[in-house]
């Protein structure tokens, strides 16, 4: 007779040591690949190749931290050593752009541009850093802003909001106001905390004529900044000057010969260059505070 406890009792039984194997089964296999993740990692061996890429990329940034630390001496040799080896390494040609730019040996800068856009022609920093220095450097807006509008086509560009703010400086500069702010505004729109946009609408301001919305703007990007640098002083002053604060005037006039005794910006105060327009660092940051020259 068909005893129904004796079989619910063997079916338990029997279950437990299917379970129990089961639970064997997974130690054994746990144990294995914990051995094989103890296991240290091999490292596939770099190739020739590879390691002199790796060498040139670290090269090019030295020359690019001399840059910045002043001792240019030290870039120029950097990237010239560099550029003797790999003559196809087109961030090295646009490292050599920007410090020749900085030391205003221009011809050298658009040598090196156009090799970079040779070797990258939709490159969007390098198409971006090139509109900067005809803009800024050779004093050709117009021609820049093609470069620009190469540089926000890209897709894969991070910080589109950078030509856009250089696309606004160079309508300003052609007195082209409307438009101007119209592009800072784009820049802001993409980027709510890109502070030197509110620098550069105070300036266009001035520029205007619009004297008040000029230091409102200034006076917000001073509080959004920790140390003013030669150029923000020397637009402070000039903001000042209009609204006729003349003791405003004075203590941005005293930090710039404090701070900057030697500054471009203190020699055309102190020489009565007055309108001389002094652009902010465009090329490279702007994502970030950048080289003395990153253009942004």
Not at 9 to 33: E, F, I, Q, T, Y
Not at 157 to 174: Q, R
Not at 268 to 274: A, E, Q, V
């Amino acid at each position: 007779m068909f005893n129904k406890m004796k079989w619910l009792s063997l079916m338990g039984v029997l279950s437990g040591c299917l379970l129990l194997s089961a639970c064997v089964s997974d130690k054994k296999a746990n144990k294995a690949n914990y051995a094989d993740y103890e296991q240290p990692t091999k490292l596939r061996k770099q190739t020739r190749k590879e390691r002199a890429d790796e060498t040139t990329r670290i090269k090019t940034e030295l020359a690019i931290a001399y840059l910045s630390s002043g001792n240019y001496r030290g870039a120029t040799q950097t990237i010239e050593s560099v550029l003797k080896k790999e003559k196809n390494y087109d961030m090295a040609w646009l490292t050599r752009a920007q410090i020749y730019q900085y030391l205003k040996e221009y011809d050298k800068a658009d040598e090196s541009f156009q090799r970079a856009l040779k070797l990258s022609p939709a490159g969007a920093e390098i198409n971006n850093n090139y509109g900067w220095f005809l803009c800024s450097a050779m004093n050709r807006p117009n021609d820049a802003i093609a470069y620009f509008d190469k540089a926000i086509a890209d897709a894969t560009y991070p910080t589109p909001e950078v030509s856009y703010l250089n696309k606004g400086i160079c309508h300003a500069k052609m007195q082209q106001y409307h438009l101007a702010d119209s592009y800072f505004q784009r820049a802001l729109q993409m980027n709510p905390q890109f502070v030197p946009v509110f620098k550069e609408r105070a300036r266009a301001f001035l520029m205007a004529d619009n004297i008040k919305e000029a230091g409102q703007l200034f006076r917000q990007y001073q509080s959004m900044i920790e140390r003013l640098s030669a150029d923000d002083l020397l637009l402070g002053w000039k903001i000042s000057k209009h609204e006729g604060s003349g003791q405003a005037a004075i203590e941005y006039e005293m930090q710039l010969r404090e701070l900057y005794p030697y500054s471009d910006e203190l020699k055309s105060i102190t020489n009565g260059d007055f309108n001389q327009e002094f652009g902010h660092d465009s090329s490279a940051q702007s994502d970030d505070e950048s080289t003395p020259e990153k253009g942004k």
